[in-house]
């Protein structure tokens, strides 16, 4: 039994839930979002309560129903909260800025990184230190993420480079020197 699929999502005030056979499209304050969903899952909206039923027990379709029903939440609340991701820039003269739409990093190259932000993700730098990704789109804002901190992964010896803020670093012994 599912505990997850079977339970029932309330769509809050001010967030219109629209399905098209199997394409549901989530209207709220953060933005729009649309997408298709596996043919075996059936979803029904009565009301302002969405419920995600599967055909049968076979291994698949229990997973789905888990899945379908998460990634509807996640629609829901990106559109109401929206989501965002925390990154830390460690080393000395590692840096972030933000111009204008783009993430410009300093990470030790002999140049610049440049990196242009996707459809509906936007950047935000409090401090030079410190990179949030904003957006309505739980996978974008974690693909974004994952992408930014692909251009200088934390290293194991010092601890410089980017890496996720609740993230923790396990750190390596230097070589041992002769005694």
Known sequence: MSRIGNKPITVPDGVEVKLDGQTLTVKGPKGTLAKEFHKDMKISIDGNVLKVERPNNEPKNRSL????????????????????RKLEVNGVGYRAQKQGTKLVLTLGYSHPVEMEAPEGITFDVPTPNEIIVKGADKEVVGQTAAVIRTKRPPEVYRGKGIKYAEETIRRKEGKAGKK
């Open 65 to 84: 129903h888990g899945l379908t029903r998460t990634l509807i939440n996640n629609m829901i609340e990106g559109t109401t909260k929206g989501f965002e």
